[in-house]
């Protein structure tokens, strides 16, 4: 809007041929920006390293490239997930655990699909001060830890305790919402903590705090879930599938460079959000540039064999409502050259 009114200004003051030269330009720029194909991407959280691909293809200019205007926005109250079931966002980051509801059942429940893996492996798992002595799932025994009281939550904690030779009951649940780990950590306001460790388990490094931490995913094969995922509108996906592909091909190209170029990804973020903590942020992209896409054969790839394990353990801990089929909610088809 200020340069719209900077340009009529100008405009006013000078001679009818500068105005024909100056409108032509404008015109051509917002006949540009009208013709693009409006999306909306929302986010599960506030923006973190989890997003920066898709913050870097909007810096440098992939989604201009592909003919898409991309608006980022935050998360309603009811989640992102709903948001982009109700298609007032076409795509969204989720997580597989998170959409188990939206997949129960012989059909889905929600019209959402994921489409790409932001990381390849899941970081998630706990997080405790070292002094604790909390080395393994087994040492949670007699300690608290910060629960949200997510059945699907506390069966992954329970299956990896007693895998351990551990007695889950004896671990003390807390109800708690945590938004700073370590902050919680150093005061005993709990001894553990379900994290992400590409930006928890970082944050930790960046401030110097000693910790424990031990991954779901070395416990058990089936807690090597996707966390996050892109998950797009499954009525976009269907109407306009070449749109679909070019976001997804802009996105790809935004994690391939924040892989190769950690520190200008980074940077890229920060600018973007300049609320949020560049050191940490310049630390987790560092960390994250191996984990974006692994030793996957491309970014954004779902193996269908560690999707169906996940879904396996809540059909077998009957933790859905009803079984989740194989191979239900997940597509590679929309990857640049996917296989």
Known sequence: MRKKFIAII?????????????????????????????VTFVLDWTPNTNHTGVYVAQELGYFDEAGIDVEIVQPPDDGAEAMVASGKAQFGVSFQDYLVPAFAGEEKTMPITAVAAILQHNLSGIMSAKSKGIESPKDLEGHSYATWELPIEQAILKQCVEADGGNFDSVEMIPETIDDEVSALKADQVDA???????????AEVKD????????????EAFDYYSPVIIANDEFLQEDP?????????????????????????????KANPEIDADLVKASQKYLADQYQADASQWGVIDADRWNAFYQFIND??????????????????LPQAK
């Open 242 to 270: 070449d749109t679909a592909k070019a976001f997804i091909e802009a996105v790809s190209k935004g994690y391939e460079y924040a892989i190769e170029n950690p520190e200008e990804a980074a940077d890229i973020l920060i």
């Open 10 to 38: 100008m405009a006013a003051a000078m001679t009818c041929f500068c105005l024909a030269g100056c409108g032509g330009s404008d015109t051509s720029d917002d006949a540009a920006k009208s013709d693009a194909t409006k």
């Open 317 to 334: 801990k009957e933790l859905a409502e009803a079984e989740i089929p194989e191979d239900i909610g997940f597509t590679n088809d929309y």
């Open 193 to 203: 903590i379900w994290v992400y460790y590409g930006w928890a388990g970082i944050n």
């Open 209 to 220: 705090f000693d910790i424990n931490y031990f991954a779901f995913k070395d416990i058990d």
